[in-house]
C-alpha cells in the first residue's frame, strides 16, 4: 500500500529543471498521482554526498534499488561510506546493478544543441527561487529551520518531504530498545543524530 520513492541524480546545474519537469509530467500524464512517481530526493551528480547523517537516512541509502546507470550508483555508495558508522554489521549483499546504461535521449541531445548551457543554468538557479517561495506558499506554519530540513533547496540538492516521519519512525525505534532495557544511543530530536555512539553498534 506504500508509494514508491525515487532518488534522481541530475547532471551539475539541473536539479531545478528536472524537478519541475518531473512535476510536470506527474500532474499530465500520471494525472497527479504520486503513488508510483515519488521524487522526494533530487542529487546533482557532483554532489552525491548526503548531508543528514543518522540511523534513519542510513538506511535510506544502503536499501535503494538502483534503477539505471550503474557507475554512478557506485559512485553514490562511495560518497556515502558513512553509513557503515550506523550500520556496522550490515551483512546485506549489493543489489543487483542495473543493466541499463545512462543514455542522451535525442531530446536532450537538441537542447544541449540549440540552448547554451550558461542559459539553462541561470534558468536552474530562476527555478530554485521560485520553488523556495512555492515551499513557503504552501505550509506557512512551517518554521523556516523546519521547512529547509524538509524542503532543501540548494543548487545541488532538492528534497521534498511534506510529512516527517523521522520524528515517528525513530520515536518507535526508542521505544523498542527501551523495552530491551537498552538505552538509546542519541536524544532523538529535530537536531538530527550527527554522529553515532558505541551503544548504537552494537545492536
Known sequence: KS?????????KNRVW???????????TILFNRKKFFCYNHIVSEDRLEVVDRNLYTAMEVVTLVPMINPALYKKFLNANTWTRAFLPNLCLSEPAEPSVERGISPAERFINAVVPSNTLDSVDRWLMMKWRRAWIRRYPGLSPAKRGQLFQSTPDVSTAYAGDFFQSIMGQYELRLRACDLVPPVEFSDNRIKSPTPSLSIL
Open 3 to 11: 508509494d514508491i520513492d525515487f532518488v534522481i541524480a541530475t547532471a
Open 17 to 27: 529543471i528536472v524537478r519541475t519537469l518531473c512535476t510536470l509530467l506527474k500532474k
